[in-house]
């Protein structure tokens, strides 16, 4: 079932960034943040009064760390949407798998440092090992950033479309952060309405805080509706990821939702040819491939770490 949760949450995901993509024609990133957030409150408190779910919380701080990184996340994400092809801005903020690699790697290595440390001042080295390298992680996020080169294909993108490629690449990273913390949230017995809530009403606290710089823009008419279904399907699509992470249960079933949030990718790509006739040329496919495979391999390999 936590299969069937993950592959409805990249749908949904999917179908709420064509919705993104079209509101961004009137909105900066940070408006849609804001409002994104405020519909999702909304919904979320409605959910969890019918469910009897008390929004009350016993770890402000870790909700607190959840909706940071999942903000920066999310904004990056909806500018990359505005300013990218919708399967790019996709494929880039799936990356999360990749960049968990790359935090595994980072923690790997300072552990080898401090442990030589330790050596060298002649401390007793107890009955830790010294860890292996970690060649096989180091080798698919070399192959998912080669994919992330095919995808971009620096010598023929536009300038103008680097800034959110970064911006899309680096939500990805912060998109690695919050999948972590909702699995710790998760274990720590939180509901998925209430951890979906705080995110949502971080949200509206980051997103409102943003247009005081950002600005407010002038209002566009009936186009303004395309806020609404990106507040609702967020807040559906995040219940869905929730609900597939918190049910996964053992480290396979975890292995297998996230890879399925890959997914998304592939329907991103349909609707992004469907609704705005934008076509991927075979090396985009070929990089989409690449960082595809690659989260999957890094999933199944930290999964035996």
């Known amino acids: 079932m936590q299969a069937l949760w993950m592959v409805l949450a990249a749908f949904i995901f999917a179908v709420m960034s064509v919705c993104v993509k079209f509101a ?19 919904l979320l408190a409605l959910l969890a009064r019918r469910d009897g779910i008390s929004l009350a919380t016993r770890f402000p701080r870790e909700h607190a760390w959840r909706s940071f990184v999942g903000v920066i996340s999310m904004g990056a994400w909806f500018y990359a949407i505005g300013h990218l092809p919708l399967a790019t801005a996709t494929t880039l903020n799936s990356m999360s798998s990749i960049w968990m690699a790359v935090f595994l790697i980072a923690q790997g290595l300072w552990l080898r440092h401090r442990m030589r440390q330790d050596d060298a001042h002649g401390l007793p080295p ?3 090992t010294l860890p292996p390298f970690p060649w096989g992680l180091v080798s698919t996020v070399v192959m998912g950033f080669v994919g992330v080169l095919l995808v971009l294909r620096p010598s023929s993108a536009p300038a103008g479309e680097w800034v959110a490629a970064m911006g899309g690449l680096f939500g990805g990273m912060f998109a690695a952060m919050a999948y972590m913390q909702v699995t710790t949230l998760s274990r720590m017995g939180e509901p998925e309405s209430r951890v979906v809530f705080y995110f949502s009403l971080g949200s509206a606290v980051a997103g409102g805080a943003a247009m005081c710089l950002t600005g407010i823009s002038p209002f566009p008419g009936w186009s303004a ?13 995040q219940v869905c990821m929730t609900k597939a992470y918190a049910s996964a249960g053992s480290k396979r079933n975890t292995l297998v939702v996230a890879n399925l949030q890959y997914s998304g990718i592939v329907f991103a790509a349909l609707l992004s040819l469907v609704m705005f006739g934008e076509r991927i040329p075979l090396i985009g496919w070929a990089g989409i491939a690449l960082i ?14």
């Open 24 to 42: 961004s024609r009137d909105f900066n990133a940070a408006e849609i943040v804001f409002y994104r957030g405020l519909v999702s409150m909304a």
């Open 126 to 128: 107890g009955p830790r």
């Open 225 to 237: 509706l395309w806020l609404l279904p990106v507040g609702v399907l967020a807040a559906v699509a």
């Open 292 to 305: 595809v495979v690659s989260g999957a391999i890094a999933t199944a390999l930290r999964s035996r770490t």
